[in-house]
């Protein structure tokens, strides 16, 4: 007897009565009812959320902004929501908030704080304060219900704080519009004020030279004025010796007047006197001379140079008023030179007079000599002009003291006046370094505040939109999926449509007979009978997985990416499952049942068909690897989503794996169960 004809008999059997066909009917839809109600139940929780009661409170009071706008953000987080539709959310107090969480009539309350509004404002002050949205909760009315509520909070309080951001941003980027307008003029008065300050370097840097020169000059005025002091004191001493040699003169013509008498004697020798007299004349005339020559070369070289001074200082930018005070105490060294020149222009002029008369004296004594009886005659006029010589000395020595005074004067002046022109030209100096200071730092300032203008963004208004946006929601997710599930029930689908594949396989074994009595009792081949008791489950397996894709994809609406493939595979599946259920249920009998169930229970928290399997504690992380449920999830993921199909032969090949086990232990017990005993005849337990 082959195995096909075994399983036909077992079918047959199964099927022999009206009632054996309702209880195989059934069997074969339990994997559907367990997997396509659960499913079903759960295609799309999260869309149903608008039907979720929950409550919305604003206990916000508001408030002003340092504008004078009016911040009312709760009120708006409120109508927002209401407005979503997310949840079936209701507008209500605060206390009747808490009383509908209470008693179940809402399933969470989102309120806002009376300082809501005010503690966002804070953001822009010192200390600034964290708003809160409060939650309120019940797991006495459901536990997700915290969950889902703290993901609707999350949510709120990115959507607000990426609102406040982009104000905070907005403000932020506006004072930076306003700094950079700021800079831009402060960069072009520092441009000015760099140009100013080049031409006013400039300009001192010519003073100082000018200044130089002018100390020059002013020294060179001391020494002349010093020089012509010593000249005029010189000829003072000259024209005191000329008054009192005019007075011994007038004297002694005086005496010669009154002793004529002796005249013709002494006429040689009033001659050669006289002579002498003449040449010394000649001599103090020369001196007087050259003071004089001396006295109006420096009173034209001073007119030149403060001519020439005042227009050089006038070029280096000296205003009219420091000009006028320069020509003031100009105008004063120049009295001094004038009167001083005058005095011995007035001396050289006596002085030559005198020389002209002592020649006069001495050709009149030879000729006095030469002609005695004319003697008196001439005794009497050299007498006068003796007088008159006498008296022109005394005038010219006091011409002399007193130009003597004001060249002493003027050489004490143009002495201040030359170390004025020192410090002048010091400071000048100090003044052209301390600028050239000014004018790199200002070039420093320059250069910087340039550099902060352009460091500083000056974006359009719509630019600081867009910035604001960006800073405020900085980070956007683009998500993109290899394959995708597209609904909480699709994404559990695998998991519960293998393990209805299981319970399907298992309840078989409630009315299927693992191992044919007739064949035991026969000399057919172990391996024929395993694969006969088995065969007969695996066909009814085949529609139990037929029905549950129609189901799960056409009833349930879950869609499939591979509708044949994902059929084959759980064909593959349920034959696997029935092969294992099978050798457990012919090895141990009862016992194998009981450990048929025990074995989905510890597949049902390992096989990872709900979290990943790394959030499983580490002994069933171990036993993930090993359980066959693990295999048909995965394979069964690959094929409903339309991801990767390469896994799927590995996946086949564990499955395979199982497949060929179970047959194997199946056989063992069927060579096994030919022996009969005690036990076997009458069980000890017996479903």
């Known amino acids: ?118 503690d966002l404002a804070s953001t822009a002050e010192f200390k600034p304060r964290q708003a809160t949205i409060e939650l309120e909760t019940n797991d006495a009315n459901n536990y997700m219900t915290s969950t889902i509520g703290n993901q609707v909070v999350k949510q709120v309080t990115a959507s607000v704080a ?16 306003q700094v950079h307008d700021q800079l831009v003029k402060a960069a072009d008065g520092s441009e000015q004020l760099r140009a100013g300050t080049a031409k006013a370097d400039s300009g001192t840097h010519r003073l100082s ?16 004025a010093a020089r012509l002091h010593t000249g005029i004191g010189q000829a003072a001493s000259g024209a005191d010796a000329l008054e009192a040699g005019a007075g011994q003169l007038a004297s002694g013509l005086g005496t010669l007047e009154s002793r004529t008498a002796s005249l013709p004697s ?16 000649r ?38 008023a420091q000009l006028s005070l320069l020509e003031s105490r100009l105008d004063t060294i120049d009295g001094y030179v004038n009167r001083a020149d005058a005095t011995i222009q007035s001396a050289s002029g006596d002085l030559t007079r005198l020389s002209k008369g002592a020649d006069q004296v001495a050709t009149g004594a030879r000729a006095l000599a030469d002609a005695t009886p004319a003697l008196a005659d001439g005794i009497a006029q050299a007498h006068s002009g003796a007088v008159r010589l006498r008296d022109g000395a005394a005038t010219l020595s006091g ?84 394959a995708s599930a597209g609904s909480y029930g699709a994404g559990l689908a695998p998991f519960f449509m293998s393990l209805a594949l299981w319970i399907g396989a298992y309840v078989l074994f409630l009315l299927v007979r693992p191992l044919s009595s007739r064949a035991l009792a026969t000399s057919q081949r172990s391996l024929r009978t395993a694969l006969g008791g088995w065969l007969a489950p695996a066909l009814v397996g085949i529609v139990q997985a037929a029905a549950l894709v129609l189901v799960v994809g056409r009833g349930v609406d879950i869609p499939i990416a591979h509708p044949v493939l994902a059929f084959l595979y759980l064909v593959f599946v349920s034959m696997t499952f029935v092969a294992i259920l099978h050798a457990l249920a012919s090895r141990f009998g009862a016992v194998g049942k009981f450990l048929g169930l025990v074995f989905m229970v510890v597949q049902l928290v390992s096989a990872g068909g709900t979290f990943p399997w790394q959030t499983l504690p580490g002994p069933l992380q171990a036993i993930h690897h090993v359980v066959p449920m693990t ?9 409903m989503y339309g991801a990767d199909l390469g896994p799927v032969a590995g996946d086949l090949g564990i ?14 017990a069927a060579r096994r169960s030919r022996m009969w005993t005690p036990k076997r005849i009458k069980p000890a337990l017996e479903l």
Do not use: C
């Open 1 to 118: 007897m082959n195995p096909v004809r075994l399983a036909v008999a077992e079918l047959r059997r199964l099927t022999s009565s009206r009632l054996a066909r309702l209880a195989l009917v059934a069997l074969v839809l339990v994997p559907t009812l367990y997997g396509g109600l659960y499913l079903y139940a759960n295609h799309d929780p999260y869309g149903a959320f608008p039907q979720v009661p929950a409550a919305v409170v604003s206990d916000d009071a508001g408030t002003t902004l340092s504008t004078g706008e009016k911040l009312q953000v709760g009120d708006g987080v409120a109508d927002h929501l209401v407005e979503s539709k997310s949840f079936d959310w209701h507008r209500v107090s605060h206390a009747e908030a808490m009383r509908g969480v209470d008693d179940g009539t809402y399933a969470f309350a989102v309120i806002m704080p009376r300082t809501f509004s005010a």
């Open 209 to 224: 030279s000018g200044a130089s020169s002018l100390a020059g000059g002013l020294h060179d005025l001391a020494s002349g």
């Open 283 to 320: 001599t103090i005339a020369g001196y007087g001379t050259k003071a004089a020559t001396a006295s109006a070369d420096l009173r034209q070289k001073v007119a030149a140079d403060r001519t020439a001074l005042v227009a050089a200082l006038r070029a280096q930018g000296l205003t009219d």
């Open 631 to 639: 295999y048909a999830i995965d394979g069964l993921r690959r094929l």
């Open 162 to 177: 990426s609102e406040v951001s982009q104000t905070a941003a907005s403000k932020l980027l506006l004072g930076f519009s």
């Open 655 to 668: 499955l395979a794996a199982y497949l060929v086990g179970a047959l194997a232990l199946s056989t063992v």
């Open 266 to 281: 002494q006429t040689d020798r009033l001659a050669d006197g006289a002579e002498q007299v003449a040449e010394g004349n």
């Open 399 to 482: 011409g002399l003291g007193t130009l003597e005074s004001g060249s002493a004067q003027l050489e004490s002046g143009a002495t201040k006046a030359a170390s004025g022109g020192d410090s002048l030209a010091t400071g000048a100096s100090s003044l052209a370094s301390g600028l050239d200071t000014l004018a790199e730092g200002i070039g420093d300032l320059h250069a910087g505040l340039v550099k902060g203008r352009d460091s500083v963004p000056d974006p359009s208004d719509a630019q600081r939109k867009a910035m604001a946006q960006t800073i405020g929601n900085p980070v956007g997710v683009s998500s993109d999926s290899l």
